[in-house]
Every structure is written in C-alpha cells, then in structure tokens.
C-alpha cells in the first residue's frame, strides 16, 4: 500500500455509461494527479490540481471531467466514453505541484475497459 | 519535440547478475531524472532520483548515472532478484514539463 488508494481496481463500462474513478491519498501531499497508461505508450498527464484548483488540464476530451474536493480525494467522472478510452488509469500525489519539484506517489490505477 | 525514450524494450537477466537499463533524453536542459518501477498490477513506485549537476548517486542496490554530454541516463542494479522482475521508467523534467518513457520490461531468470 502506498499510501494512494483508487477504486475501483477494475471497470468495465459501456459507452453510454457514466462511471466514476475515485483516488484518496493518506499522505497530507498537496497536489493530485491523473495520468493515462495505455500498452507502449508514455504516461499522459491528464489532470493536476493544487491545493484543491485544477493547475493543468492537458487537452483531455470533455468526456473525462475531474473533480477534487479536498486535498485528499480525486475524482475522475467518465461519460460517453470510446474504446480507445480503455487504458490503467493512475491517481498520484505530491507534496508539490510544479514539475521540478513532483516525487509522485503513484496510486495501484484502474483498468478500465470500454466496450 | 520532447522525447524519453529507452534503448530497448526488454531485458532478461539471470538472477544474480548485474542489470543496465538505458534511457535516452533528448532535451539538454533538462535538470531532473527519475527512475520508477512499475510491477504487474501496481503503479509505478520511485527508485531513485538525479539531479543534472550530479553525474552518479547510488542508493540500495541501485545506481544511476548521468551523462549529459550525450544525454543518456542508466539504471544499474546490482544481484538482480526475482523481485526486480518489473517494467522500469525514466523520467525528466524541463522547465515546466515532465516527461516518462514508455519502459523497460525487466525479467529475472532464476
């Protein structure tokens, strides 16, 4: 355990479905992160918040649309989604926001699958 | 563009023996690396970091390395173990962004 917890480990949805992907971190960090693993390809940063406001949003579809109440949870709120959606969807978490300064805590991810 | 990439996709070592993994990077302002490990079914986990006025740091049975002249980090780890077995990431930043390779999948052979 890393002290990041996601839930669920594993969906399956359609995609008309709406889901969504919950991230808490037990650490006292102040910043969140989502990233999208898909097979061969580099982690893509899809989200950061700081202290609780969204920081980055790097070109996501509206179809994902994040959500931090506080600086301990994250949510990922997923709607209408495609098939190339389906990836490992990883929560991290830092003491610091600004790229110089990220040693993440990565979540266990979800596996998500579209069909 | 910006890329991390590493030299090769797959690694297979006998348990016991030394591993090498190679990253190469390709912007030279970059001022910070890290070395992550992802086993099957967690996220990745970090190992260790470098800063770019260091060329080495160890740490427990891992050793990095910096060669910025030709823009190459490496992953050394010393009497691999079964519990090695992983996918590793390099990763960089630069000024604002932070870059992650696509891996290393890493295999012990007992």
């Known amino acids: 355990e890393t002290g990041v917890t996601q839930t669920p480990r594993h969906l399956v949805m359609g995609m008309t479905n709406k889901k969504s992907l919950k991230c808490e971190q037990h650490l006292g960090h102040n910043a969140m992160y989502w990233y999208k693993q898909s097979a061969k390809k580099p982690l893509e940063l899809m989200f950061v918040?700081?202290?609780?406001?969204?920081?980055e949003n790097n070109s996501v579809p509206s179809r994902f649309s994040p959500e931090c109440p506080n600086s301990s949870h994250l949510f990922l709120h997923l709607h209408t989604l495609q098939p190339e959606d389906s990836a490992l969807y990883l929560c991290?978490?830092?003491?610091?926001?600004?790229?110089?300064?990220?040693?993440?805590?990565f979540g266990s991810g979800t596996r998500l699958t579209v069909v | 563009g910006e890329s991390v990439g590493l030299h090769l996709p797959t690694l297979s070592v006998q348990e016991g023996d030394n591993s090498i993994i190679n990253c190469a990077y390709s912007?030279?302002?970059?001022?910070?690396f890290i070395w992550y490990k992802q086993e099957s079914g967690k996220g990745p986990q970090f190992i260790i970091d470098?800063?770019?006025?260091?060329d080495k740091r160890q740490g427990q049975r891992v050793t990095v390395l910096l060669n910025k002249t030709v823009k190459h980090l490496s992953l050394q780890i010393a009497a691999t173990q079964p519990g090695d077995s992983a996918v590793y990431f390099c990763a960089e930043t630069t000024g604002n962004q932070f870059y992650f390779g696509t891996g290393t999948s890493l295999t012990v052979i007992p």
């Open positions: 991290a978490s830092s003491q610091e926001a600004r790229p110089g300064q990220r040693q993440y805590t």
């Open positions: 918040y700081s202290l609780e406001e969204r920081v």
């Open positions: 912007n030279s302002a970059s001022d910070y």
């Open positions: 470098i800063r770019s006025n260091m």
